[in-house]
């Protein structure tokens, strides 16, 4: 079992940027494959970005392609995202996940555990 807390979120001026963190409790969070999603009002939770259980492959969606970088600190068990140049368009509740699979998992039906999200808001 694994639970996840994420943090970082916030409101911020289109062109800012945010570093989301997920806090992950267990001792086999260095052997799971990683992800962030998000969810913008009235729409379906997307895919934004996976990593590798080592952290040598990352995977991002086009929408923050160039723009976020997803990474992970196994030994003190926390998930990363880091967001620049944030516009209107990614407000959203993020969402870290985890599976025991160790690669990159693009699909939600393909995560096992979930946290409860954290808000990010972007104004323009």
């Known amino acids: 079992q694994v639970q996840l807390v994420e943090s970082g979120g916030g409101l911020v001026q289109a062109g800012g940027s945010l570093r989301l963190s997920c806090a992950a409790s267990?001792?086999?969070?260095?052997?799971?494959?990683m992800g962030w999603f998000r969810q913008a009002p009235g729409k379906e939770r997307e895919f934004v970005a996976a990593i590798s259980w080592s952290g040598d492959r990352t995977y991002y969606a086009d929408s923050v392609q160039g723009r976020a970088t997803i990474s992970r600190d196994n030994a003190k068990n926390t998930l990363y995202l880091q967001l620049n140049s944030l516009k209107p368009e990614d407000t959203a509740a993020y969402y870290c996940?985890?599976?025991?699979?160790?690669?990159?998992?693009?699909?939600?039906?393909?995560?096992?555990?979930w946290g409860q999200g954290t808000q990010v808001t972007v104004s323009s």
């Open positions: 996940a985890a599976d025991p699979s160790r690669y990159i998992l693009l699909r939600r039906d393909e995560y096992a555990y």
């Open positions: 267990g001792r086999t969070f260095s052997s799971y494959g």
